[in-house]
């Protein structure tokens, strides 16, 4: 094939993900492009993010903007606030203003020993997850602490904006269009703004015709529309938003011309390996973007919408691609590498959930597994993975579990997967031989009622059963559950606590959400069949959820069962080592090495005493 040198295209990951390991779509399109013979690169603005602002000098120089800010804010109080006035009567900023004055009054006046101490120990606390020091839990815990309260302090001038670990707080911030471009021009409460100005010159640097943006999580549109926002003013080359986030609100997008000319040339919607190489054709000048698949665009100040293609088979997608990635950034010992085996659910019945939507079901053939385990492990030295695909079925894990043995292949790895009865001890223990550390189950309710009505389509009298040769074959079980499921009593929510608290010595550890209806969730289509009795118009167009009224628990009865949740939980798990480690990947690391036994048995409070 002659080399023909191509337009260079950039594909950025923003802020903000957990800085424990490489998002998966990034790694993936430009595995796909590359295959393909076009020039890509790919840049994790992530974890930049957390590396640069989580240091000594970043930290110092927060300190003094949020003493100078509130100085400002104090001058000005009299300007703002108003005695007569309701909380009503203010305006947006007024409200913002007075939140901010608050927060830094009490914040400055009552944690001094932590502007003191946390710059001095910034450095060392970042370095402890890089290394095999991580695990020591004691240490652990108290880093991350440290990190916890790094992001608070950097915070400050920007409040109310809270950066945290796994998401971005705003009290104010809502998943509307004018509240969202209130918040991404704010440059009082948005850190991004100053943050990307260094960012934005290596970026243009790069000479690239196509930016790609990948948002994929809420926590992400605040900084990824920043980033976009700031390229719109500073450069001539195509920017497009990808990821799976605006592909649930097509509709709401084709009703805002204002955010096409503002914050994006394109945004590309559902599965994007495909897609992707014919948006290279384009910025190639091979093809007219009228015949790039699965885009929405502005074109002579007109909306357009193209034309969905069918999505690419896995095994016909090329080998995620990790050339461009500093793997030593990230805050884990040993990468754990997101991987797919499967996209959609082989399920897809359950109610409540709208996890794969815009996916068509296809799993990737083991031989392709096995041979891109061969790889990641060879290239990258990488060999703990997170299966990310909705759900790993029995018979799956079966046959991967003889190929890895077959082939000799070491790896560890942990995946999502239902309680059904064709995971058998044998199956199991295999797994657990060729890898498998930890299933995260989705146990979901301890109501039969509630379970029917979520259709699991599992066998309710024998899931127990499976956690239990789980455990005696040495793999973690963490359980999914949750409250406020439409019809859903107080009865029933005690029930699963009850569950919980039954089953400690077979349930690991689990974790506990609350309800929330997608917009594309299977009941929203059947309401009066879950004792949905009202669904409201969108408040928050940009959401992915939709509002909800429903028979079953009200409010202050899912308060106070999440809190006898909580309380029960904690008498009956005792403040365990996993709750601290808080996510995963770190969890996953620490029963890989240490075994499930130890991970359960540790002592926190013992140790801290």
């Known amino acids: 094939?002659?080399?023909?040198?191509?337009?260079k295209m950039l594909l950025i990951f923003p802020p903000q993900w957990t800085p424990i390991s490489p998002h998966f779509a990034i790694p993936s399109l430009i595995g796909q492009l590359k295959s393909k013979g076009y020039n890509a690169e790919a840049l994790d603005l992530n974890i930049e993010f957390f590396n640069d602002v989580l240091s000594k000098q970043y930290i110092e120089k927060s300190i003094f903007m949020a003493r100078k800010e509130f100085e400002n804010l104090k001058e000005n109080l009299l300007n703002v606030f108003s005695p007569e006035k309701k909380a009503d009567d203010y305006k947006l900023e007024e409200q913002i203003f007075l939140y901010k004055y608050r927060y830094?009054?009490?914040?400055?006046?009552?944690?001094?020993?932590?502007?003191?101490?946390?710059?001095?120990?910034?450095?060392?606390?970042?370095?402890?997850?890089?290394?095999?020091?991580?695990?020591?839990?004691?240490?652990?815990?108290?880093?991350?602490?440290?990190?916890?309260?790094?992001?608070?302090?950097?915070?400050?001038?920007?409040?109310?904006?809270?950066?945290?670990?796994?998401?971005?707080?705003?009290?104010?911030?809502?998943?509307?269009y004018e509240t969202i471009k209130y918040f991404v021009l704010d440059k009082s409460s948005n850190i991004f703004i100053e943050y990307y100005e260094d960012k934005i010159k290596e970026i243009l640097d790069k000479k690239s015709k196509f930016i790609a943006i990948s948002l994929n999580s809420s926590s992400q549109i605040m900084p990824g529309l920043t980033l976009t926002y700031l390229l719109k003013q500073k450069t001539n080359a195509h920017i497009n938003i990808g990821g799976n986030f605006f592909g649930r609100i097509t509709d709401e997008l084709l009703n805002h011309k204002e955010f096409f000319e503002l914050f994006a040339d394109s945004v590309s919607i559902e599965e994007g390996e495909g897609p992707i190489v014919e948006f290279a054709r384009f910025i190639n000048n091979e093809i007219p973007i009228e015949n790039v698949p699965n885009l929405i665009y502005i074109k002579d100040e007109k909306l357009f919408k193209n034309e969905k293609i069918k999505p690419l088979k896995l095994n016909e997608i090329a080998n995620i691609n990790l050339d461009d990635y500093d793997l030593k950034k990230y805050f884990s010992p040993q990468i754990v590498l997101p991987f797919q085996s499967s996209r959609g659910c082989y399920w897809g019945k359950c109610s409540f959930c709208d996890q794969d939507f815009g996916m068509n079901f296809n799993s990737k053939n083991v031989d392709k597994?096995?041979?891109?385990?061969?790889?990641?492990?060879?290239?990258?030295?990488?060999?703990?993975?997170?299966f990310i695909d909705e759900s790993v079925s029995p018979s799956y894990m079966n046959e991967l579990s003889d190929r890895l043995n077959k082939e000799n292949v070491s790896v560890s790895y942990f995946c999502d997967a239902r309680l059904e009865t064709a995971f058998t001890k044998e199956i199991l223990e295999k797994a657990h031989e060729n890898g498998l550390k930890m299933i995260m189950w989705g146990l979901e309710s301890g109501s039969n009622k509630v379970l029917e009505l979520i259709n699991k389509g599992i066998d309710l009298e024998k899931?127990?059963?499976?956690?239990?040769?789980?455990?005696?074959?040495?793999?973690w079980n963490f359980a999914f559950i949750f409250f406020g499921f439409p019809t859903e009593t107080v009865e029933d929510a005690k029930k699963t606590v009850k569950m919980l608290v039954d089953n400690k010595d077979i349930i690991h550890s689990y974790g506990r959400s609350v309800f929330s209806m997608g917009r594309h969730a299977?009941?929203?289509?059947?309401?009066?069949?879950?004792?949905?009795?009202?669904?409201?118009?969108?408040?928050?167009?940009?959401?992915?959820?939709?509002?909800?009224?429903?028979?079953?628990?009200?409010?202050?009865?899912?308060?106070?069962?999440?809190?006898?949740?909580?309380?029960?939980?904690?008498?009956?798990?005792?403040k365990p080592l996993w709750m601290f480690l808080r996510y995963r990947e770190w969890l996953f690391l620490y029963v890989a090495k240490y075994g499930c036994d130890w991970v359960k048995q540790f002592d926190v409070t013992a140790q801290r005493s």
Not at 1 to 7: G, R, S, W
Not at 374 to 381: A, D, H, N, S, V
Not at 463 to 475: M, V
Not at 529 to 545: L, Q, R, V, W
């Open 522 to 574: 299977k009941l929203s289509q059947e309401p009066e069949k879950y004792g949905i009795t009202k669904i409201y118009p969108a408040e928050e167009e940009f959401s992915p959820n939709i509002n909800f009224d429903s028979i079953g628990m009200n409010k202050q009865e899912l308060g106070n069962i999440l809190e006898y949740c909580k309380i029960q939980c904690s008498i009956a798990y005792n």
């Open 104 to 176: 830094l009054k009490n914040y400055l006046s009552e944690n001094e020993k932590y502007l003191n101490f946390i710059p001095n120990v910034i450095d060392k606390a970042v370095n402890f997850f890089k290394t095999e020091e991580f695990y020591n839990p004691m240490t652990l815990i108290q880093s991350l602490n440290v990190i916890d309260r790094a992001l608070q302090i950097i915070s400050l001038p920007y409040s109310p904006m809270r950066i945290e670990m796994e998401q971005i707080a705003n009290p104010f911030f809502k998943f509307n």
């Open 463 to 475: 899931r127990f059963e499976i956690l239990k040769d789980a455990k005696e074959a040495g793999i």
């Open 1 to 7: 094939m002659k080399n023909v040198k191509k337009n």
């Open 369 to 386: 597994v096995i041979s891109e385990f061969k790889e990641l492990k060879e290239k990258y030295k990488i060999d703990n993975f997170e």
